[in-house]
T-cell receptor
Framework: DQQVKQNSPSLSVQEGRISILNCDYT??????FLWYKKYPAEGPTFLIS?????DKNEDGRFTVFLNKSAKHLSLHIVPSQPGDSAVYFC?????????FGTGTSLTVIP | GAVVSQHPSRVICKSGTSVKIECRSL??????MFWYRQFPKQSLMLMAT?????????EQGVEKDKFLINHASLTLSTLTVASAHPEDSSFYIC??????????FGSGTRLTVV
């Protein structure tokens, strides 16, 4: 049972534009959520997190939005840069359990 | 995507004992599995790539004799933390897949060494 879903396997965005990566979840008991970025042959790198009691967290070009009623999480990258091209994972955490989405491959076109 | 089961979800052990963590791919024949270590709200550190029927490939700085990996079948990889010490306390996560089918992660194992 996939508790965290990233329904878009890939996304292409022009450099300078906004990238929006989406994530849906089913368990309303998650404590917090994270976004990771992964380059080939490396482990996922932590990007940004958000507590379940917040609805927005911003860090530089990265903003995460949490819509609890819709059980939806999104990561906005603005402006997008070619170096942002990577696979992005969302993850949800409750207790000792991590639940990851399957990833969205972002390509930023120069 | 694949379904991955990781067990146990939590383990507390005494210093000096060994702990085995299992990662099972329930519906996907995984010739390769990945083992990560994570500290709270930090990046997942790739420890090693587990290869079915052959030796694991370890990342630089990861002790092969401390973190023993066995990938004996297409559905099971195990990570054994040998002679665990308190500094080994961490969260360990496995994953399978990649490429067009995406990645699937296990739910993780929290190891506490006392």
């Amino acid at each position: 049972d996939q508790q965290v879903k990233q329904n878009s396997p890939s996304l292409s965005v022009q450099e300078g534009r906004i990238s929006i990566l989406n994530c849906d979840y089913t368990n309303s008991m998650f404590d917090y959520f994270l976004w990771y970025k992964k380059y080939p042959a490396e482990g996922p790198t932590f990007l940004i997190s958000i507590s379940s009691i917040k609805d927005k967290n911003e860090d530089g070009r990265f903003t995460v939005f949490l819509n609890k009623s819709a059980k939806h999480l999104s990561l906005h990258i603005v402006p997008s840069q070619p170096g942002d091209s990577a696979v992005y994972f969302c993850a949800a955490v409750t207790g000792n359990q991590f639940y990851f989405g399957t990833g969205t491959s972002l390509t930023v076109i120069p | 995507g694949a379904v991955v089961s990781q067990h146990p979800s939590r383990v507390i052990c005494k210093s000096g004992t060994s702990v085995k963590i299992e990662c099972r791919s329930l519906d996907f024949q995984a010739t390769t599995m990945f083992w990560y270590r994570q500290f709270p709200k930090q990046s997942l550190m790739l420890m090693a790539t587990s290869n079915e029927g052959s030796k694991a490939t370890y990342e630089q700085g990861v002790e092969k004799d401390k973190f023993l990996i066995n990938h004996a079948s297409l559905t099971l990889s195990t990570l054994t933390v040998a002679s665990a010490h308190p500094e080994d306390s961490s969260f360990y996560i496995c994953s399978v897949g990649g490429g067009r089918y995406g990645y699937t992660f296990g739910s993780g194992t929290r190891l506490t060494v006392v």
